[in-house]
């Protein structure tokens, strides 16, 4: 077992990259007689089958956060964390049915435009800003740190220019391309990410069994480390901050799942690139079925690392390699790179082109959707009403571009953060209670007036930090912070409208009926199996 890459290491990761570079180039080209436009920049042309919107919504998802950070947070905590992973699936089913069916029939190109249509052109510009700021500075900055973390743990190349190859590998394709590049690489980029994580897990599993196979080193992790395998933590457990209990299947994670899921520019783009509503729901089924699986690839390892660290009789079998950035419980993101180096030559770099997958299309989809809102609801609203398209896609590209630079930039000072991935969803929770309570609002009671919204989503971010700070031991989870957040601010709306309509429908309000949420019973079964796969999910790991 060596430490580094070897040369079929690098013959694999090379050939990974000329694929993926080769494929988002080829599917970006103009076609003869027809130049890009915003729609095929944008939007893929509205062409995306719903195999491809499953595995891009997976590939936009999974990044370095989930690899790196879901994987120390399976080492520090253990299987509690892929509630995230089980619960979104939950969440994609709701997303599916009844977001969907209203973002697509307004024929939307981003969620702040759905923001103008129901409310204003002002509220639009404040939640656009909102996203413009989380993207770049917590979402790509933190994506690009992990990234830079992994490779100088893995490569030993210095995290600066790690962080500047991940960014110039995305921008190489995305920033050319647009949605459609960023979609279809996106299919092979899962691929990767399935087979490498895969690969990884059996080599944890394999190595802790003493090479007696899977099944017999998950029993063994199983048996080595029982408290790292329960889904509800109590109180008393030191992670109960991160994850509180029973609250996490009925507070505060489903306002950062319904966010997340329903409201975030560069995960609900691919859907509003489908051929139709009900290819973009299959879509959403598919995905939700490879969220029951990610756990298996980037939990099951962090945990795997955690008995084989805290197990002498491995650890002295592990060589050299082994005692080489070794996770620790103040460093347990350091557990997914530790694991790759004892991957044999050649699936090494398989391992850790599935790694790059997962970062460079996640940079991607932030950086399309980064320049997809900048362009449409900064640029063409306030800079130049008449842009035509070829204007408005250089636009996009330069935004794009822009917002690199500054998030490589901001990267290298989130060194020294644990559990980046608890550290992501903190961050996002100050802003997504705010925008979830305008959005479930405005979708779902007509009475919801503009200058309620505008209100309800800048109060919301004064209580976020107010609850964070002040000293009360009830509101120290943050997930209870984002719950009594979203409360709070919809309850500011909900005042505010009586007050301004006094009781009567605001004209901008959407009309709903039950033919406009009516699926398919493809979508049903589905979405049955789904939950019942999640029931017995919980009963064996309550």
Do not use: C
């Not at 790690?162 to 050319?176: E, K, N, T, V």
């Amino acid at each position: 077992m060596t430490a580094g890459f070897e040369m079929w290491d690098y013959i694999v990761f090379i050939a990974y990259a000329i694929l993926i570079l080769g494929v988002g180039l080829w599917v970006s080209r103009d076609k003869d007689g027809h130049q890009k436009n915003a729609e095929d920049y944008f939007l893929a042309s509205k062409s995306l089958p719903w195999w491809a919107i499953g595995t891009s919504l997976i590939a936009a998802n999974i990044s370095a956060e989930q690899f790196i950070g879901m994987s120390g947070s399976g080492f520090a905590l253990g299987i509690a964390i892929a509630s995230y992973e089980w619960m979104a699936a939950l969440t994609l089913i709701i997303v599916g049915k009844y977001f969907l069916p209203i973002f697509i029939e307004k024929g939307l190109y981003t969620i702040p435009e759905f923001v103008e249509k129901r409310f204003s052109t002002n509220l639009k510009t404040i939640l656009a800003v909102f996203w413009l700021a989380l993207y770049i500075f917590v979402n790509l900055a933190s994506v690009l740190y992990l990234g830079g973390l992994a490779i100088e743990t893995i490569m030993g190349v210095d995290m600066m220019y790690a962080i500047i190859g991940l960014a110039l590998f995305a921008a190489a394709y995305s920033l050319y391309g647009g949605l459609s590049a960023v979609a279809w690489t996106d299919v092979i980029q899962v691929v990767f990410l399935v087979l490498g994580g895969l690969i990884t897990t059996y080599l944890a599993l394999n190595t802790v069994s003493g090479g007696e196979g899977v099944f017999a080193g998950f029993s063994k992790v199983v048996e080595a480390a029982p408290e790292k395998f329960h889904m509800i933590l109590e109180e008393t457990n030191e992670n109960y901050v991160n994850l509180p209990g029973i609250w996490v299947l009925i507070g505060g994670l489903w306002v950062a799942n319904l966010y997340y899921w329903g409201f975030n520019q560069y995960i609900i783009q691919r859907t509003l690139a489908a051929k139709s509503l009900k290819e973009s729901q299959k879509g959403i089924l598919l995905a939700a079925f490879l969220k029951l699986v990610i756990p298996l690839v980037v939990v099951v390892p962090g945990i795997a690392a955690y008995v084989m660290v805290n197990d002498p009789s491995i650890m002295s079998n592990l060589g050299e390699a082994g005692m080489l950035n070794v996770p620790t419980t103040d460093q347990a993101d350091k557990a997914y790179p530790w694991l790759l180096q004892f991957l044999p030559t050649g699936l090494k770099g398989v391992a850790f082109a599935a790694l790059a997958a997962a970062i460079v299309s996640s940079l991607a989809s932030m950086l399309n959707s980064t320049s997809t809102i900048f362009t449409m609801d900064i640029y063409k609203q306030y800079i130049n009403k008449n842009a035509d398209d070829k204007t408005t896609v250089n636009v996009g590209r330069i935004s794009a571009a822009v917002a690199l630079i500054i998030a490589v930039i901001v990267a290298p000072l989130l060194g020294g953060i644990d559990q980046a991935f608890q550290f992501i969803q903190e961050y996002t929770g100050i802003v997504s209670p705010g925008i979830l309570a305008v959005f479930i609002l405005g979708l779902f009671w007509k009475k919801t007036t503009n200058n309620a919204a505008i209100w309800g989503a800048i109060l919301s971010i004064p209580i976020a930090l107010a609850l964070k700070f002040l000293p009360i031991p009830a509101f120290e989870p943050w997930m209870h912070q984002m719950g009594i957040t979203t409360v709070l601010s919809m309850l500011v709306i909900v005042i505010m409208s009586n007050m301004q309509n006094k009781g009567a429908d605001d004209p901008k309000g959407i009309p709903l009926t039950k033919e406009l949420f009516k699926t398919t019973p493809l979508f049903n079964i589905g979405s049955f199996a789904i939950m019942i796969i999640l029931t017995v999910l919980y009963g064996l790991f309550w």
